[in-house]
C-alpha cells in the first residue's frame, strides 16, 4: 500500500522516498521508487509509460502495470497512510529484529560465548527502543503489511 500511495500521490514523493525505502524488503521494489522519484525531479511527474521503461527487467514490473491503472489514493489519503502505516512498519522492524537477535542469544549461550550474548542482548534492548539505525534493524525479506497492494513476494518489511 505505501508503495502504491506514493505512485498516486507522486507530490509526496519527494519528501517521504528516503523514508519509505528502508522499510521496503524488496529490491524491485526500491528500484521502482528511486525510478518514480527520479521521474518527478526529472520531469515534475512520474509518466508511466516512462516508469514501465525503467521498470523493464524488475521482478515487480507486473504489479507495477496493475497498480499504475488505477488511482486508490488522493495525496491527503496517501499522506494519512503513510503517516499511519510508517510508524508500524518501524516497530515491526524492530519486533522482527529483537526475535532474530533473542535467536542469536539463545545460540551464543548455549555455545558458551557469554561476551557475545550480552553484547547481543544490549543491541536487542536498542532494537526494542528504537535506538538501532534503520541497517541495523532490518531482518531480511520478512513482509509485515498484510494490507500491502505490493506484491507478496517482495513486501513492506
Known amino acids: ?35 518514480a522519484s527520479r521521474l518527478v525531479v526529472e520531469r515534475g511527474r512520474v509518466e508511466a509509460a516512462a516508469l514501465l521503461e525503467m521498470a523493464e527487467g524488475n521482478g515487480a514490473v507486473g504489479w507495477l502495470e496493475r497498480r499504475l491503472v488505477v488511482q486508490r ?3 491527503s489519503q496517501a499522506a494519512e497512510l ?3 502505516a510508517l510508524p508500524r512498519l518501524r516497530r515491526n522492524i524492530r519486533e522482527q529484529r529483537a526475535r532474530a537477535l533473542r535467536r542469536d542469544i539463545l545460540e551464543a549461550r548455549r555455545l558458551g560465548d557469554h561476551e557475545r550474548a550480552d553484547a547481543l ?17 532490518t531482518p531480511p525479506g ?13 513486501g513492506l518489511r
Open 121 to 137: 542482548s544490549r543491541e536487542q534492548m536498542a532494537a526494542l527502543r528504537g535506538d538501532a539505525s534503520e541497517s541495523d534493524a
Open 82 to 84: 503513510l503517516d499511519e
Open 1 to 35: 500500500a505505501v508503495l502504491g500511495a506514493l505512485l498516486d500521490a507522486p507530490e509526496l514523493l519527494a519528501s517521504r522516498t528516503a523514508e519509505v525505502q528502508d522499510l521496503l524488503t524488496s529490491p524491485d521494489l526500491r528500484a521502482i521508487l528511486r525510478s
Open 142 to 154: 520478512e513482509p509485515s503489511d498484510e494490507t500491502s497492494d505490493e506484491p507478496s513476494e517482495a
Open 73 to 75: 489514493y488522493t495525496v
